[in-house]
């Protein structure tokens, strides 16, 4: 199975930080990869798919990249809305999922 | 407008079943393949199983957690998808989503507990 890591697990920013969020696959999942946000008591909303695709009506201040094994979720400038968490999903390894453990964005 | 609204959730004892719905509007429910996903409380997401079309003869698939226990199904005259949870255990309380293949849109939840 291909195992999904994410880091960091959590992270501390202020209202116009950059941020970075990295997913590592345990093997290559071609660009078979979304990022998630999901705000307490909701369902995952999709930002990115295909690994660097931008979700239609999502803020362009979010940006994917990556191929392969390494794969990278920025947000340039944070905003208010923006603190929840986020996770990586690949879907390469048929007919799994793997979603990464996710990263909790908090206000500094 | 696609919409996946899950319905069916509860208390259970643990041993115990339940049925999920998710029922789809929007799209053409009876091509796309259909994801379940949980998630515990203050833990993340896990892929639970999924079903693929009548094209690819509804072709099931489930993680280790749940296989044997978990069957999915579904009914493309009503645009819904199905989870019958078996034998229930403490540790499958959680919120269970559905979504379907590409993973774009998700029902907002249903909660599933298993307690004495």
């Known amino acids: 199975d291909i195992q999904m890591t994410q880091s960091p697990s959590s992270l501390s920013a202020s209202v116009g930080d950059r941020v970075t969020i990295t997913c590592r696959a345990s093997?290559?999942?071609?660009?078979?990869l979304g990022w998630y946000q999901q705000k307490p008591g909701k369902a995952p909303k999709r930002l990115i798919y295909?690994?660097?695709s931008l979700q239609s009506g999502v803020p362009s201040r979010f940006s994917g990249s990556g191929s392969g094994t390494e794969f990278t979720l920025t947000i340039s400038s944070l905003q208010p809305e923006d603190f929840a968490t986020y996770y990586c999903?690949?879907?390469?390894?048929?007919?799994?999922?793997?979603f990464g453990q996710g990263t909790k964005v908090e206000i500094k | 407008e696609v919409q996946l609204v899950e319905s069916g959730g509860g208390l259970v004892q643990p041993g115990g079943s339940l049925k999920l719905s998710c029922a789809a509007s929007?799209?053409?429910?009876?091509?796309?393949?259909m994801h379940w996903v949980r998630q515990a409380s203050g833990k993340g997401l896990e892929w639970v199983g999924r079903?693929?079309?009548?094209?690819?003869?509804?072709?099931?698939a489930y993680a280790a957690s749940v296989k044997g226990r978990f069957t999915i199904s579904r009914d493309d005259s009503k645009n819904t998808a199905y989870l019958q949870m078996n034998s229930l255990k403490t540790e499958d309380t959680a919120v269970y989503y559905c979504?379907?293949?590409?993973?774009?849109?998700w029902g907002q939840g249903t909660l599933v507990t298993v307690s004495s």
């Open positions: 979504t379907r293949f590409p993973p774009d849109y």
């Open positions: 929007g799209f053409t429910f009876s091509g796309s393949a």
């Open positions: 079903i693929r079309s009548k094209a690819n003869s509804y072709a099931t």
């Open positions: 093997q290559g999942i071609r660009n078979d």
């Open positions: 295909a690994a660097s």
């Open positions: 999903l690949q879907h390469n390894s048929y007919p799994l999922w793997t």
